[in-house]
């Protein structure tokens, strides 16, 4: 699907990940070496802010944590906005962790309950992943060109290596929604400029003791457009689109809403559908 970017004021900062973004592998490798749990001491639980979202429910109870999931939220909106958006019951969807821009922690359902964040989905043979998986949402429009900030970098490692150590979780058991998503293909989360090399290395160096977190830098401003433009693909509704682009079918009313000539008239294949890049269609800012 071919994403048209327009009304989009690039800055400097856009164009440097784009630079970029072909250098990074879209496929998921792994490092071999790196162990499960520290050697040296457990990894401390990063501070988070708590708050509870209604879409959650019991894990079975067999069910052993085994996997970590990472997703971005598709949305320019900040980790309190999404949690305000996790809160909502006609959402339906949730994470266990928000990570905002910012590096600030949201935990919207406790690690011991089920959140819904992976959907259908199938991981090392196992289906139903949020049944035993951790899923944390990073804060990124997820169109590949935003940057993923020094400061947001630095709490998913942190985030990610508390989680290995507590559950004794395998290197292999770190995953994108990308990579679970049933159909496969159907998820794009996360985008291919976010760097799970930078997670694995970063986490390596927290447990040898040689990590260091960034220097605290004011953060960066960017432009982001109120929406992009994509092409749609033959056979797809506008909740097949709001499912790939914003993460969750149930948006799709706001894809109506800002294509009401295609919704009046229904979504053909070809049409340039406006995708929008904001909760604030939910009246939650
Ligand atoms: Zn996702």
Known sequence: MQIVRKFLPLSLAF??????????????????????QSTQRAIPKPPTKIIVSPNQNDRPADAKISAIVLHHTA??????????????????????????????????????????????????????????????????VGD????????????????????????????SGITRHRDIGLPAGRKIDTSNNFSMERVFEGVAALRAGTYQSPPAKPPVSVNLPEFIEVTAPSGQSFEDLADIYLDVPARAEELAALNPTIASRGLRAGDTVRIPLTYAYYGIK
């Open 15 to 36: 164009m440097a990940a784009c630079s970029t973004q072909s250098q990074l592998n879209p496929n998921l490798r792994r490092p071999n070496n790196l162990q499960a």
């Open 144 to 171: 590949s060109l935003e940057p993923y900030p020094d400061a947001q970098y630095d709490s998913i490692i942190k985030l990610v290596a508390y989680l290995m150590d507590k559950y004794n979780i395998p290197v």
């Open 75 to 140: 949305t320019s909106g900040t980790a309190d906005a999404v949690g305000r958006f996790f809160q909502n019951p006609k959402a339906k969807v949730s994470s266990h962790y928000i990570v905002d821009r910012t590096g600030y922690l949201i935990e919207p359902v406790s690690e011991e309950a089920r959140s819904w964040h992976a959907g259908r989905s199938s991981f090392q043979g196992q289906g139903n992943v949020n049944d035993f998986s951790i899923g944390i949402e990073i804060c990124n």
